[in-house]
């Protein structure tokens, strides 16, 4: 299935590859550089490029591009899923997912993605299986490995991989017995000048922590969710996923801010207005923290002269782009930003109007209204400790002008 991978950098360098089942030639990227260079933003690569032998199938994590070579015709998102899993055991390993982080850790990598896929077809993916064949590295086991010229790979076969529950190691124990849950969604919108909104959808991930002793079968209730609906699972032992979930554009989004704005250019003379307002709209009583600005203003713009009623402002003039970091939004107290903008002159008037693009975080809220009703478990006779906690972040939030 998957003959190659390249790890590439934000840079555009290939700073690490394996093969498995033939050497791919490095100049198979060079069709992924051409769709990169086109590309306004990494984000914006398509995932899947077609080559007269191979197709490349990427994605991109934190700043690097993991990027695959397949030869036959494959589900891509089965691809893509792996290629996540790959930079999620990194994530989990050595706390970050970055080029310096492999780097450091590159014969763990390289003994990882050797147990992930055999034959190019995924194998062992599961982070607790994956942690009993090869120890995560620590500054004492490496001294060791340094000293006896051993490895991190286990002698022995994970106990999960002789079950039926390969996901879960057997024997586990803990004397605090705790399950923690966190709701993360991201909101993408698009609102038009008036604040109308055009399209809005969700995307909502549930990220758990499971402690628990022995081998616990659980069961997770909501609210407010297709009425009451439940999630039943043997959970892995640690961090992982439980669910994703996506809230279309058909069902009623709330918007949790409204922006009020003015941005014209004139026809005469190098000058143009801009003035925003930002206001708290549906959020439930919470907080709006980490509150972000950011517009990429027309290439004639020269400088920007604005007054912040809270916060500060920047405007590159390399890249024409302004931020506005405001931080916690007041409610007693909009903040506001106004001022003029100076153009080049001689030159026209910019032909539209640029976009705004918002950016926030309200802690202990879902903004789709899902809540985690109660937790139960069978097969075990302890109660175990139930945690809760809720985030709404922006993701696309763009308001047009």
Known sequence: MIHSLFLINHSGDIFLEKHWKSVVSRSVCDYFFEAREKAVDPE????????????????????????SVVQNEVPPLFVIEFLHRVADTIQDYFGD??????NDNVVTVYELLEEMLDNGFPLATESNVLKEMIRPPTILRSVVNTLTGGSNVGETLPTGQLSNIPWRRSGVKYTNNEAYFDVVEEIDAILDK??????AEIQGVIEACVRLSGMPDLTLSFMRWESERVLSFIPPDGNFILMNYHVSSQNLVAIPVYVKQNINFFETGP????????GPK????????DLKVTICMPKSVLSA???ATQGNYTYDLATKVLVWDIG??????????????????????????PSIQIGLKIQQLAISGLKVNRLDMYGEKYKPFKGVKYLTKAGKFQVRT
Do not use: W
């Open 97 to 102: 997912c970055s080029e310096a982080a492999i």
């Open 282 to 289: 549906q959020t439930m009583g919470k907080t709006v923290e």
């Open 328 to 353: 916690k939004l007041n409610p007693q107290k909009l903040p506001n930003l106004r001022g003029t903008l100076t153009t080049q002159s001689g030159v026209p008037k910019p032909e539209d109007n």
């Open 271 to 278: 000058c143009g207005r801009l003035d925003i307002t930002i």
């Open 44 to 67: 914006n690569v398509a995932p899947v490029l077609q080559t007269p032998h191979h197709y490349l199938i990427s994605i991109y994590r934190g700043k690097l591009f993991f990027l």
């Open 305 to 307: 002269n604005l007054t």
């Open 194 to 199: 008036s604040g109308t909104t055009v399209c």
